[in-house]
């Protein structure tokens, strides 16, 4: 399968506990995309890299998340101290930049993350 | 933040029928895109429409878009139990193309 991979696909953890996701996006996509989606609503954007760079980030991502690319090819996202309302699934996307007026983005399983 | 808003939220019909998605948006957009996401799946991305098009068709697919009210609509002809699913509209906005949900219209097909 050559598509976004995300690991693990759930994880349930205490509260207070870190976290941390892994995403290796399509080998020869340059930009990579972190998405959280709440039940019943819409993928909200976390962040986002250019190769190595996180080059946007959303009032979403608190000081307790912090996400890396550090090779420019699978990122990592952790969560510190987990609260209940981090109860979510995370999705990962990837894209290989405009080509042309479009910049389709493909998107992995998503982490379903459980915080008791 | 959301982009829009989806209607219906949910949707219900026969197999063989014809389902029918709108979506609202705020902002200009350079082009919008449909995504179909299963139960606690992934999402897939299913068409994108250009701000200068007006409708577009992939298979049993038909997107229409008005920018004078900033909307759009998603067909899907033929409805069959596979395409169950929650279908979402997006717009990609910033620099790097960050994509902006609405909240989706979940549609069950019955056989």
């Known amino acids: 399968d050559t598509g976004v991979s995300q690991d693990p696909r759930h994880k349930i953890t205490k509260r207070g506990q870190n976290v941390t996701f892994r995403c290796d996006p399509i080998?020869?996509?340059?930009?990579l995309y972190w998405y959280r989606q709440t039940l019943g609503q819409g993928p909200e954007f976390l962040t986002y890299f250019q190769n190595e760079a996180q080059l946007e980030k959303s009032r979403l991502l608190s000081d307790r998340f912090s996400a890396e690319r550090p090779k420019g090819s699978f990122s990592t996202l952790e969560i510190q101290r987990t609260e209940q309302g981090d109860s979510a699934m995370y999705l990962c996307?990837?894209?290989?930049?405009?080509?042309?007026?479009?910049?389709?983005?493909?998107f992995g399983p998503g982490t379903r993350l459980t915080v008791l | 933040s959301q982009q829009g808003e989806e209607d219906p939220q949910a949707l219900s019909i026969q197999e063989g029928e014809n389902a029918t998605m709108n979506c609202s948006y705020k902002?200009?957009?350079?082009?919008l895109q449909w995504y179909r996401q299963n139960s606690g799946r992934g999402l897939v991305h299913l068409i994108l429409?250009?701000?200068?098009?007006r409708e577009k068709h992939s298979g049993r697919l038909r997107v229409t878009l008005d920018t004078s009210k900033k909307s759009s609509s998603l067909l899907i002809t033929a409805s069959r139990a596979a395409d169950t699913a929650s279908y979402f509209c997006?717009?990609?906005?910033?620099?790097?193309?960050?994509?902006?949900f609405g909240a989706g219209t979940r549609l069950a097909v019955h056989p």
């Open positions: 996307a990837s894209s290989l930049g405009p080509t042309g007026d479009t910049d389709t983005q493909y």
């Open positions: 429409i250009r701000s200068n098009e």
């Open positions: 080998s020869e996509h340059n930009r």
């Open positions: 902002t200009s957009i350079n082009n």
């Open positions: 997006a717009d990609p906005q910033g620099g790097y193309n960050k994509l902006i």
